[in-house]
T-cell receptor, first 116, second 116 residues
Framework: KAGVTQTPRYLIKTRGQQVTLSCSPI?????VSWYQQTPGQGLQFLFE???????NKGNFPGRFSGRQFSNSRSEMNVSTLELGDSALYLC???????????????FGPGTRLTVL | AQSVTQLDSQVPVFEEAPVELRCNYS??????LFWYVQYPNQGLQLLLK??????LVKGINGFEAEFNKSQTSFHLRKPSVHISDTAEYFC??????????????FGTGTRLQVFP
């Protein structure tokens, strides 16, 4: 079974641009979450989607948005990039078949975004 | 609000020695606890998790952890480490009375460095 895939793996953008990152969950997984990892702030939760609905959102500005498609694939978008958005963006998927009870999340390799 | 504290940012140890990575959490209600490992340029891999039941949890690669409710701790241990265990280790928590999410709250990580 293929794992969580994220594209692209590396991105270089300049300030003010926007970027879209893609995540394909493990087949059969309906929940997708996004995390931002930086040396200064560590791993921080961005959003969580389940069956195309945003179920939870972290404390990030409105420039960060996401969505989930009917095939459970997810995208996140960052508009008006800032230097501080440089980070590793990790996507995770889980089965989440019912009320979450410590569902194991499977992480992708991440997308390394560098903002110049 | 839930939080996770990993007291040691770095733990150096010689090969074949035992190691303990410390994790304390803050929550007034039941939580689910996880340990993840991150190798360079990779995503996170689940080592083990505690949902309920036996407080001693065994995971992959010879790791184990003990849930201690009175001390709100979930320390990770391995009796004999290998060079290949060199990585970043993250403790994480979810639940805490909020059951409609898989959102993970992570500690700041512990860098385990194994020397020959």
């Amino acid at each position: 079974k293929a794992g969580v895939t994220q594209t692209p793996r590396y991105l270089i953008k300049t300030r003010g641009q926007q970027v879209t990152l893609s995540c394909s969950p493990i087949s059969g997984h309906r929940s997708v979450s996004w995390y931002q990892q930086t040396p200064g702030q560590g791993l921080q939760f961005l959003f969580e989607y389940f069956s195309e609905t945003q179920r939870n959102k972290g404390n990030f500005p409105g420039r960060f948005s996401g969505r989930q498609f009917s095939n459970s694939r997810s995208e996140m978008n960052v508009s008006t990039l800032e230097l501080g958005d440089s980070a590793l963006y990790l996507c995770a998927s889980s089965l989440a078949s019912g009320a979450p009870v410590g569902n194991e999340q499977f992480f992708g390799p991440g997308t390394r975004l560098t903002v110049l | 609000a839930q939080s996770v504290t990993q007291l040691d940012s770095q733990v150096p140890v010689f090969e074949e020695a035992p190691v303990e990575l410390r994790c304390n959490y803050s929550s007034s209600v039941s939580v689910y606890l996880f340990w993840y490992v991150q190798y360079p340029n990779q995503g996170l891999q689940l080592l083990l998790k505690y949902l309920s039941g036996s407080t001693l949890v065994k995971g992959i690669n010879g790791f184990e952890a003990e849930f201690n409710k009175s001390q709100t701790s979930f320390h990770l241990r391995k009796p004999s480490v290998h060079i290949s265990d060199t990585a970043e280790y993250f403790c994480a928590v979810t639940g805490g009375g909020i059951y409609n999410t898989d959102k993970l709250i992570f500690g700041t990580g512990t860098r385990l460095q194994v020397f020959p």
